[in-house]
Nanobody, 125 residues
């Protein structure tokens, strides 16, 4: 079974940076997709970014372009989300999610079957 563990969350001042990590394991297929999502208190979950293991194709939600960068180290089954220029409205629990056996990725939550436990990111003003 696919397992995902996020790390790297924390408290940062506005304008600062954080890098989230997602350690993935248990894939059956060589190709898989990893997505990052977030959920702020009282709000619905929203997609942030995704990456495909087959060719490192990436996608971003429109509102995340320019400040967030997704990357991967396929040899280590690690995916990272570099977040720069953080704003208080970026405060949320950030989740990584995975879908096994696909050459594509998506920033839509239902695309994914497996989810991590989440990492809290708090941006102070």
């Amino acid at each position: 079974e696919v397992q995902l563990v996020e790390s790297g969350g924390g408290l940062v001042q506005a304008g600062g940076s954080l890098r989230l990590s997602c350690a993935a394991s248990g894939f059956i297929f060589d190709d898989y997709a990893i997505g990052w999502f977030r959920q702020a208190p009282g709000k619905e979950r929203e997609g942030v970014s995704c990456i495909s293991s087959s060719d490192d194709t990436t996608a971003y939600a429109d509102s995340m372009k320019g400040r967030f960068t997704i990357s991967s180290d396929n040899a280590k089954n690690m995916v990272y989300l570099q977040m720069n220029g953080l704003k208080p409205e970026d405060t949320a629990v950030y989740y990584c999610a995975a879908r096994d056996g696909t050459r594509y990725c998506s920033v839509n939550g239902p695309f994914y079957a497996y989810w991590g436990q989440g990492a809290q990111v708090t941006v102070s003003s």
